[in-house]
Structure formats: C-alpha cells, structure tokens
C-alpha cells in the first residue's frame, strides 16, 4: 500500500494549488443499502485523492431532482439507460451531466424462491394458473415509489391481469420487501419478491427469476456515478476524473458488500475499507492515472 499512499501525498501536493480542496464534494446518495455501500467505496477513493466528501441520502427521484437543482454534485449511482433515464432527461433540462465508472451491471427481477418447481412457475404467466394461484401469496411486497422495479411491477400487474387475478401489489421499505420474503421462506410458502441484482438476498438465498414474455422488466442497466459536467470539471482534475472513471465494480461485489452491512452488522465505511484491504489490487488499477497524468496543466484543471 506505499505506492498507493505516496501517490495520495503526491496527488495532494500537485492538486493544492489548482483545486477548491476546502470544498466539500457533494455527493448524493440514493437511500438504500446497496446503493450507500457502493458510495462508501467511491467516496474512499474520493478521500485517497485528497478530498473532502460530504454524503447526503434521498430516494431515487428526489436524489435526481437534487443534482437538477445542483444541491448536489455528484449522484450515486445512476441506473441507465433504463431504470433512471427519465430523471436524467430531466436533469439535463438544466445541467449538463457526464457517466463514470461502471460500479455494477443491475437489473430488475420478479423472483421465487428456487424450492417452487420450476415446472410449475417458471413465467410471469404462470402465476395465472388456478394451481399456482392456491399456493402463492397473494401480497407482492415492493419496495419504495419511484423505483424502477416499483414502476415495472406497476405495469406488470396491469398487463398480466394479476391485479383482476387477485393478487395485490404493495410497496414499502426495502426492509417490508425483505421481511415479507424471508417470513414466507421460513415457512416455505411460495410468494413473488420485485427485486434486483445486486442485491444481499441473492448472497443468501437461491432466487430463480421468472421470465417475462412482454419485456416490460426493461433490460440490464449500468451503474455509474453521474456528475454535473459543470462542478466535475472544477472539483476535479483531468486524471482524478480518469479514477472516477476507472471505478468498476460489480452485482456480485456489492451483494457481498449490501450482505456485510444487512447481515454482519457492518456500517457502509466499515464494508467498503474491509473490502478495499483485503482487494487492494482494485484500488491500484482505480488510483493508476495519478501515476502517469497527462493533460493536467493548471490552465485545464480549472474553468
């Protein structure tokens, strides 16, 4: 790790002179434990290049609605093009913004515990059947509105004829979403979970997801962290922009990481260090374009 902490002195001393280092970055986090645990990494590596982060939590759209307005500089993470592309139209009525990274490739899921034959549910459509019907829980517990799997699950229920079949569609918490899972497996019922990848379940449980003939679960999105182009350009230099940039992650690295903090009673900073240390060759590869900077002239660095 000295190479890292020398480039860290080093970065710092060069960025002193060209960069607003008593301003803190904003950066806005979408409030849900995958999405905390992923920013608790970026923000790590934000510190590593010698600055300050200042987090703050919303939900998805109002998270959206902040970097719109500019009460935030950087939104963590973004689900595009599918999930968030709505609200990042609508903030480009506004602001210019840039994608970077790729934190984790997500998508949206109706899921059932593996133990319900694959022979008798294995589609959406199968839910409809009078047999399946009499076992499934009729209460399919989401999570909160303005969600993308919220939003799907809405037309789902709508263009399967669910709702007239009698089931109902329910958001809440991430936490009621869990619970109403885990109450039913314990007992080994069947029931229909709206989730996504990356998500702790998936780490614990075998989820099978059921295939959805109409599309209408919209396809696999990347995550990114989305900047204002306007604040990116000031806070950061050229080659921290590249860190920023060369952050990957992915569902199998944050299911681990959102596992540590719902099940191992980790906070966010506390997975994201175990992670970083006992993973150090990530940060290496993140932090590599401070080693070798180019087109970093003090005239460029600032607006």
Known sequence: MNLIDDLQQKQLCNDQHAHHHTMPIRLGVTDLSFHRVTAAVVAQVMRRMGKQVELSYALHEANFNRLK???????????LPHSHGVYRQEVETQAATRELGLHYEPYALWGIPDYVPEDAVSRIEDLLKPEVKQRM?????????????????KNIMAQYGLTAAGYQFRTGTQADCVAAFESAVSVRDWVIVPLWHPQFLHHQYGIRDL????????????AVLLARERELVINFSPAQIQVLDSIVLSNQIVAELDYAVNRQGMTEDEAAANWLEANPSHLTTWLAPLLNPTNTSSSEMTL
């Open 137 to 153: 829980r009729p209460i399919i517990q989401g999570i909160g509105e303005g969600a993308g799997i919220t939003r799907f699950s």
């Open 69 to 79: 307005l500019g009460q935030i500089d950087l939104l963590c993470s973004a689900w």
């Open 211 to 222: 295939q959805d003939s109409k599309g209408l679960l919209g396809g696999k999105d990347k």
